[in-house]
């Protein structure tokens, strides 16, 4: 994890078709910094080790920010359990590119940066450990990982109504979704 960068890793996941990221970014550009510099140190290495040249990824990389408090447990589960929701594994347990591993204890990841949400799972690391397995074992509800993949695939704010309304001043454009069409009102006659 290049310092340089300015971000914090929380948690990882990387499948065949690609690679998700929960960070932290310290400041404004620090996930763009990061982003290119995981793209030129990975990619070179990846190529000189496979015999390669090229990109390696297609496109630009996806992002959104969430409200901690509610998604943030939900999404490191997301993670955790896609590789058996894509048929790779039976159990998350049973694969070893992510950081499942690491948040129920059975393998350090000196990569990690414990969240303070993931902090207030127990008291210690044993408890938080054992809390966040039962997390992963009652799995994440349809309506949010259906929130999750919608806000990371068009870039929405995913949080209540107060977050967003407290980041909005920040940005240059909508953080949310609204829905097609005319606002509703009143209907102008003909006269």
């Known amino acids: ?7 914090a890793l929380h948690a990882w996941v990387l499948l065949p078709q690609g690679v998700q990221l929960l960070l932290t970014p310290a400041a404004a ?26 990109t390696l990824w297609e496109g630009r990389y996806r992002s959104t920010v969430l ?3 509610r998604y943030l447990i939900p999404c490191m589960v997301s993670m955790d359990t896609m590789p058996v929701r894509e048929g790779l594994v039976a159990e998350p347990q049973a694969y070893d590119w992510s950081s499942h591993q690491h948040h129920i204890g059975r393998q350090a990841d000196r990569r990690l940066v414990a969240h303070p949400v993931y902090w207030q799972l127990g008291n210690t690391p044993f408890a938080r450990e054992a809390a966040y397995a039962g997390k992963v074992a009652e799995g994440v509800s349809a309506a949010d990982l259906q929130a999750l993949g919608q806000a990371t695939q068009h870039g929405w704010v995913l949080g209540d109504a107060a977050f967003v309304q407290k980041l909005q001043p920040q940005a240059e454009r909508r953080l949310t979704r609204v829905p097609a069409g005319r606002p509703p009102g009143p209907r102008k006659t003909a006269p």
């Open 67 to 69: 409200q901690p408090e």
């Open 1 to 7: 994890m290049p310092p340089e960068c300015g971000v």
């Open 29 to 54: 550009d620090s996930l763009s910094r990061f982003m290119q510099a995981v793209g030129r140190k990975y990619t070179r290495q990846f190529n000189l080790r496979h015999g390669r040249s090229g």
